[in-house]
T-cell receptor, first 109, second 116 residues
Framework: EDQVTQSPEALRLQEGESSSLNCSYT??????LFWYRQDPGKGPEFLFT???AGEEKEKERLKATLTKKESFLHITAPKPEDSATYLC??????????FGTGTLLAVQP | DAGVTQSPTHLIKTRGQHVTLRCSPI?????VSWYQQVLGQGPQFIFQ???????GRGNFPDRFSARQFPNYSSELNVNALLLGDSALYLC???????????????FGPGTRLTVT
């Protein structure tokens, strides 16, 4: 069965404490791996797309990396405003995205 | 530039009723996709439309239907509402349908549907 799994389900960090979120997929035929940020009650906000193993992208305190079977979202020196749910999604040869259940990140001051 | 817009923001319906949700994509985007997100889960793909044609359908019953208009806006219709249809309905727009690789998709704020 096509599946995207994110870990951990929840993560609590102190401000400035760096960490990584994991996204693994058992779906074949990856064409794109997407990361989104979602605040409570709002739609997902696009962060990154990675298209090939070894690719890395950065935005402020976030860096996304991709291997053949998983992706990582590294958060460096997080701030309380980084608190949100982070979603990853697998994309094949169409625009249909298969999402994981997300990692709920809480950054305490 | 305006992002993806959706209406209404919130909606309360009774079991058995019908609902229509609306979406306007980002200017210049021609593909619209619909997703359902229940609390605590990731969004689940319902439909994709491009140039008024259905390009993809997720594992949802026939009670769910959609269409796209010449101006690329879209409607999602759900008939015979069930309690389990309560969710956040998200619309996403992208430049093109992604025939060989997926395009970046930008989501709207969603419509919160509650079925009582």
């Amino acid at each position: 069965e096509d599946q995207v799994t994110q870990s951990p389900e929840a993560l609590r960090l102190q401000e400035g404490e760096s960490s990584s979120l994991n996204c693994s997929y058992t779906v074949s035929g990856l064409r794109g791996l997407f990361w989104y940020r979602q605040d409570p009650g709002k739609g997902p906000e696009f962060l990154f797309t990675l298209y090939s193993a070894g690719e890395e992208k950065e935005k402020e305190r976030l860096k996304a990396t991709l291997t053949k079977k998983e992706s990582f979202l590294h958060i460096t020196a997080p701030k309380p405003e980084d608190s949100a749910t982070y979603l990853c999604a697998w994309g094949g040869a169409t625009n249909k995205l298969i999402f994981g259940t997300g990692t709920l990140l809480a950054v305490q001051p | 530039d305006a992002g993806v817009t959706q209406s209404p923001t919130h909606l309360i319906k009774t079991r058995g009723q019908h609902v229509t949700l609306r979406c306007s994509p980002i200017s210049g985007h021609k593909s619209v996709s619909w997703y359902q997100q229940v609390l605590g889960q990731g969004p689940q793909f319902i439909f994709q439309y491009y140039e008024k044609e259905e390009r993809g359908r997720g594992n949802f019953p026939d009670r769910f239907s959609a269409r796209q208009f010449p101006n690329y806006s879209s409607e999602l219709n759900v008939n015979a509402l069930l309690l389990g249809d309560s969710a956040l309905y998200l619309c996403a727009s992208s430049l093109a349908p992604g025939d060989s690789f997926p395009y970046e998709q930008y989501f709207g704020p969603g419509t919160r549907l509650t079925v009582t």
